[in-house]
């Protein structure tokens, strides 16, 4: 596999470099070592790969094909023997956290996920009360990772970044849940989507569009988590950019999910045609 990834490596450098962007813009690391592990030898076997949206395969699909193929002419896959017995199978993997939800604006007459219902990618443990309560026990790794990407840590951004990529069209619209406090603030979730829309030339920013008119508590240290506190503190500022288009608004973290809620209620009312709701991770209760 390393021969593999280091030809494919060379190969987005290269890409890179033509186009003087950075190689995370053309694949994140994750999504080149995926390619060198399973080895896609057809578009739609590449298609499955996490990271990989439609502008990106019709860029770039087959002079990475082209590479894999190469190696699997050299290096043929060798037939497996079945440890199993006749008439047992082995039990199914986690397939991850959207094989069950589904995609989100990839066919919107057909992905399966109700506007109403917040997509989350995994749980979401709170430090103090981990620490607390469980000191013994190691840290969750997808909480320890959205706290990296609160604190705008390149490479967790990308990961989430390249989880959520390939599940969108290439026309939509990226909204996020402003911060407690008014002004333009520099925040994960804000980059988060920002590289998402960067991803695919169809995608707009509007990230600006929704803003904190004034300051409220955190919701995370004791604020009111009520509906009616983000619909009375959060505008729309920008209505005509959104007007009649596909929204997705995400946030970090979700709780009470009233936070993306009361955005959703928001961008609807401002004339969105479609919006649905996105965080990185929901609150385990009782941490």
């Known amino acids: 596999m390393n021969d593999l990834l280091e030809r494919l490596k060379a190969l987005r450098r290269s890409l890179a470099d033509e186009r003087k962007v950075p190689a995370y813009v053309i694949f994140h690391d994750s999504t080149l070592i995926e390619m060198a592990e399973s080895r896609p030898a057809t578009l ?28 699997l002419e050299k290096n043929p896959p060798q037939k497996e023997e079945s440890s199993a017995e006749e008439g047992t199978e082995e039990p199914a993997e986690n397939e991850g956290p959207f094989s069950v939800i589904g995609a989100i604006f990839v066919d919107p007459a057909k992905d399966g996920v109700s506007d109403e219902i917040i997509t989350d990618l995994g749980k979401y443990y709170s430090k103090k009360a981990w620490d607390r309560d469980r000191s013994n026990q190691r840290y969750p790794e997808h909480s320890a990772k959205i706290l990296a990407a609160k604190d705008c840590f390149e490479e967790e951004i990308l ?53 904190r008119i004034y300051k409220i508590a955190k919701k995370s240290t004791g604020g009111d988590r009520s509906l009616e506190v983000d619909l009375n503190s959060i505008r729309v500022s920008e209505p005509e950019l959104i007007k009649e288009k596909k929204v997705l608004v995400i946030d970090d973290v979700t709780t009470s999910g009233n936070s993306l809620r009361a955005c959703r209620e928001l961008l609807l009312q401002a004339g969105a045609k479609r919006v649905k709701m996105l965080a990185l991770g929901k609150t385990v209760r009782g941490t």
């Open 159 to 211: 990961e989430f970044v390249s989880m959520i990529d390939p599940l969108l069209q290439d026309d939509v619209y990226l909204a996020r849940v402003p911060s407690h406090a008014p002004g333009k603030q520099l925040t994960g979730i804000r980059v988060v989507a920002e590289e998402i829309v960067a991803r695919e030339d169809g995608r707009v920013d509007a990230t600006a569009c929704l803003e």
């Open 44 to 71: 739609e076997e590449l298609r499955n790969i996490k990271g990989i949206g439609p502008q990106k395969m019709e860029d770039f699909g087959e002079l990475f094909l082209k590479v894999i193929r190469d190696d």
